[in-house]
């Protein structure tokens, strides 16, 4: 069974920066693609970036590609979203989650099973 914890989350200034973690325990993270998603209050979730289980292959959602960088460190079994030039309605509670499979293919959310149980963030002046 595959757990997902999240950290990194923070408040911080229009502008300013945060990295999330995503660490992965149980069995075989490395079998796994990790999508990052968030969900701001009284709006539906939101898929941000995909990541295949060698890192070899990443991708973002428009609202985030330029801004936001995925990576992750097998060897740590931990996953990171890189947060750049944060903006107001960045503001939400980011999540992590995984699905088996090498690649990202189709990583809507419904498409994964396992979830972290989230980190807040937040951007205000």
């Known amino acids: 069974q595959l757990q997902l914890v999240e950290s990194g989350g923070g408040v911080v200034h229009p502008g300013g920066s945060l990295r999330l973690s995503c660490e992965a325990s149980?069995?075989?993270?490395?079998?796994?693609?990790i999508g990052w998603f968030r969900q701001a209050p009284g709006k539906e979730r939101e898929g941000l970036s995909c990541i295949s289980s060698d890192g070899g292959r990443s991708h973002y959602s428009d609202s985030v590609r330029g801004r936001f960088t995925v990576s992750r460190d097998n060897a740590k079994n931990t996953i990171y979203l890189q947060m750049n030039d944060l903006q107001s309605e960045d503001t939400a509670v980011y999540y992590c989650?995984?699905?088996?499979?090498?690649?990202?293919?189709?990583?809507?959310?419904?498409?994964?099973?396992?979830w972290g149980q989230g980190t807040q963030a937040t951007v205000s002046s």
């Open positions: 149980g069995r075989r993270p490395d079998a796994y693609s």
């Open positions: 989650a995984a699905k088996l499979g090498i690649l990202c293919l189709n990583w809507d959310a419904p498409n994964f099973h396992v």
